[in-house]
């Protein structure tokens, strides 16, 4: 997986140290992140639906067991990119197939922009003063190499699919 600018040997260690704190709590900060991602973009709670059962608010959305799921399952993708940042490519097949996945439901590749605002605000609200625009930028760039991995599995589908 290229990244435009691949990470610095201080961007990792700024990403590994900053992870540390959150991963000892995923899914509270992962809520955070979620409950941010609704206020900017509430468009985007249709998109999740377990059982055909619709949300009629993002707070309903944030307390079903099933979502809970899915902030776990976002974590641990977040989880596995901070513990590979040496060898992203060894992910590449992986965010590709997850981008498939995202594309099949409805995600449009313009809410990633979304969800990487939402990230960098849980990661702020997270680390208080420790978030430096060093650990922005490091993060940044992260995330940008992991979107550009998954928007791979939009641009590999068939036409017509």
């Known amino acids: 997986m290229e990244s435009g600018m691949p990470l610095s040997g201080g961007q990792r260690a700024l990403i590994r140290e900053s992870w540390q704190r959150v991963s000892s709590s995923p899914v509270q900060h992962g809520l955070v992140l979620f409950t941010r991602l609704f206020d900017l973009d509430p ?15 993002p707070q ?4 079903a067991p099933e979502f809970l ?10 989880d596995a990119a901070v513990s ?13 197939n997850l981008g498939k996945k995202h594309q099949a439901v409805g995600v449009k590749v313009e809410s990633f922009s979304t969800v990487g605002e939402s ?5 702020e609200k997270c680390l208080g003063a420790a978030f430096s625009p060093e650990v922005q930028e ?24």
């Open 43 to 57: 468009d985007l709670l249709p998109l999740f639906q377990y059982n055909c059962k619709q949300f009629a608010s």
């Open 60 to 63: 309903e959305c944030l307390s």
């Open 69 to 78: 799921d899915h902030i776990r399952k976002v974590m641990l993708v977040i």
């Open 84 to 96: 590979h940042l040496e060898n992203l490519s060894c992910l590449e097949e992986y965010l590709c």
């Open 119 to 123: 990230l960098l605000y849980m990661l």
């Open 138 to 161: 490091a993060w940044s760039k992260l995330y940008n190499a992991v979107v550009k991995a998954m928007q791979r599995g939009w641009e590999t589908l068939p036409e017509g699919d």
